[in-house]
């Protein structure tokens, strides 16, 4: 899958790592950039094309699929967050709210532009995750799960549309600069540099990118003795 002359949509594209996919997609020569938001008013760049978006609402999801015929790349990259513990007294409430973004709001989208991508000859789907789909983190510890669950429902989901030739790139990386990690005191990625990687590993045809050292490290760590997923942080 090549960005240039692609017709590309990106939710979560009014900020942040949205924001960066959106304008490296415009100077890699993308022909259309979808640049989906809840509120589309809040999506600044030139050279943009806003679509409202919840990706929480599936009948939303599929009614934006029929109308933007001519996509061919898909970046799932909207997701939130938020800190504590599955035993927490709002843990629960915490967990389902996140899934309904990071997992279904995941699988809203691509349910939607799968047949799309499917009459251009497969396109692709990018999906951004995270090292924590693979290891637990006290203070995130409910967005851990939602990652490990939004992990394996891109293998379900490569599975799913690997007859119709559709790429499906999965994207693990540790803290990036954004918003959503406000208030982390951590060595974080700028976005920039997470945008390059995926892209590179998205024409490379790969599968599957580990943007950081941390998170190949950690991943390397899932076939230890005892595995890294065992061990207090």
């Known amino acids: 899958m090549k960005v240039q002359n692609a017709t590309v949509l990106i939710t979560g594209a009014n900020r942040g790592l949205g924001a960066e996919f959106a304008r490296q997609a415009l100077t890699r020569g993308a022909r259309k950039v979808y640049a989906a938001a809840r509120d ?12 409202r ?5 599936a009948a939303q999801a599929a009614a934006l699929a029929a109308e933007l015929g001519d996509v061919d790349l898909v970046i799932n990259n909207a997701g939130v967050a938020n800190t504590g513990s599955v035993l927490d007294a709002e843990g629960l409430d915490s967990l389902r709210w996140m899934l309904e973004t990071n997992v279904f709001g995941l699988l809203n989208v691509s349910r939607g532009f799968a047949p799309v991508l499917a009459r251009h000859g497969g396109g692709a789907i990018v999906n951004v995750l995270s090292v924590a789909s693979w290891v637990s983190n006290p203070v995130l510890a409910n967005y851990g799960v939602t990652k490990a669950a939004a992990w394996s429902a891109t293998n379900a989901l ?9 790429q499906v790139l999965g994207v693990h990386v540790g803290l990036i600069d954004t918003d ?32 950081d050292d941390l998170t190949r490290a950690v991943k390397r760590g899932l076939s230890a003795e005892p595995g890294i997923y065992t061990l207090a942080r």
């Open 158 to 166: 490569r599975d799913a549309v690997r007859a119709q030739g559709t």
């Open 40 to 51: 589309p008013s809040t999506v600044s760049l030139p050279g943009l094309v806003p679509v």
């Open 53 to 57: 978006l919840d990706v929480t609402d």
């Open 180 to 211: 959503l990690t406000r208030g982390f005191d951590a060595p974080k990625l700028t976005t920039d540099m997470v945008v390059e990687r995926v892209f590179a590993a998205l024409e490379a045809g790969d599968s599957e990118v580990l943007v």
